[in-house]
């Protein structure tokens, strides 16, 4: 049942260049910031995005890793909400399979820079909503 879904899901994802991540602050309270498309990923449950360690969502998600994605199409009226839990990653081999040229704009220092690390999003479940329904999901 979900290969069909899993790919339209894969399209819709693919074709994005933005990606709404939420995160929970101190108070409980979801916070949702627009990221550039992730970087790599693992079918719909692991994704890798590239951000400033220094930034408020890396360290609420070191405080509190639940997370929630969201991809839309605007133009067919589709959205994908994954909900699952964010890691903050510093170890070398992971910045280097996500690093990209032009990257030392952000990150003057290379991939040794302190401020880069990655986040990796592993999903647990999620919500389609195509064609006016939606179609929960479990990963």
């Known amino acids: 049942m979900l290969s ?3 790919k339209n899901i894969e399209d819709l994802i693919d074709r994005q260049k933005t990606t709404l991540v939420s995160s929970v602050d101190e108070q409980g309270f979801p916070n949702t910031k627009a990221m550039l ?12 995005f590239s951000t400033n360690t220094s930034s408020l969502r890396v360290a609420q998600f070191r405080k509190n890793p639940k997370a929630c994605l969201y ?28 690093w990209e040229k032009g990257d030392t704009l952000y990150y003057p220092e290379g991939l040794t820079d302190p401020d880069y690390c990655v986040l ?17 999901l479990t990963l």
């Open 71 to 98: 991809f839309y199409d605007r133009r067919f009226f589709r959205g994908i909400l994954l909900r699952g839990t964010m890691e903050v990653l510093e170890d070398a081999k992971t910045k280097k399979m996500i």
């Open 120 to 136: 990796r999003f592993t999903a647990k479940s999620g919500r389609f909503y195509s064609n006016f329904k939606s179609t929960d």
């Open 37 to 48: 498309s992730p970087r790599k990923r693992e079918g719909i449950k692991v994704f890798y």
């Open 4 to 6: 069909g879904v899993q």
